[in-house]
């Protein structure tokens, strides 16, 4: 973390240190910018999954002046609180508050990769017909005869998105947009050929993970 500054704000995931968010040598200040992160709206897709592993983050304001440690406590993923035990770096706690990430989605057609509000303003744009439907670990946008796809890191993380992108576009009531996702073995049949005509690989479709 280095000993140029005193104050620093951390993200953890899994209780182990990710990377330094701010640092300064001024606590108000950094107080004041702990503050603006953990007062930001949450992600309406947050990450659940780093790697292959579940994830919980956490936000710190650590010190590395020689003070006591107090006593500080997050959230398990049950809503218990648990007294907080990190071991990373030779540093004190000062503040710790849950955090949360947003889940990225790949574009396959861009090579890149975005965020769910960018994948929404694209299902609604134009008002016409489209059909948002589920493969395994991808997400198609169908508009007549044009198949879009994302891909997510797992199959859970794609049933997450499908259920959030379809409960905005209730509550936005759109009507031009049905929604299905792979629920039975012959529909995962169709799908496959009707994908792999339209330019998608065999073996991409198939993953049930990409990691």
Not at 28 to 38: E, F, G, Q, S, W
Not at 169 to 195: C, E, H, P, W
């Amino acid at each position: 973390m280095g000993t140029d500054k005193k104050y620093f704000i951390v993200l953890f995931s899994n209780k182990k240190k990710r990377r330094v968010l701010f640092k300064s040598n001024n606590l108000i200040n950094t107080k004041k910018k702990y503050k603006d992160y953990i007062d930001k709206d949450k992600p309406i897709f947050p990450q659940v999954f780093r790697n292959k592993d579940k994830v919980k983050y956490d936000i710190a304001l650590v010190t590395t002046l020689d003070i006591p440690q107090t006593n500080l406590f997050h959230k398990d993923s049950l809503g218990r609180n648990i007294k907080a035990e990190f071991t990373s770096g030779p540093y004190t706690f000062l503040e710790l508050s849950d955090y949360s990430v947003e889940e990225k989605i790949w574009d396959i057609k861009n090579n890149e990769f975005i965020y769910i509000d960018e994948l929404y303003r694209r299902i609604k744009r134009g008002g016409e017909f489209k059909q948002v439907f589920t493969l395994n670990t991808k997400i198609f946008i169908q508009k007549d005869n044009l198949i879009i796809g994302y891909s997510l890191k797992n199959i859970e993380d794609c049933h997450r998105l499908f259920s959030i992108l379809r409960k905005m576009s209730l509550d936005d009531g759109l009507g031009n947009l049905m929604y299905v996702i792979d629920f039975s073995t012959a529909q995962r049949k169709d799908l496959y050929v009707l994908l792999q005509k339209n330019g998608f690989p065999k073996e991409s479709l198939y993953r049930h993970y990409s990691y």
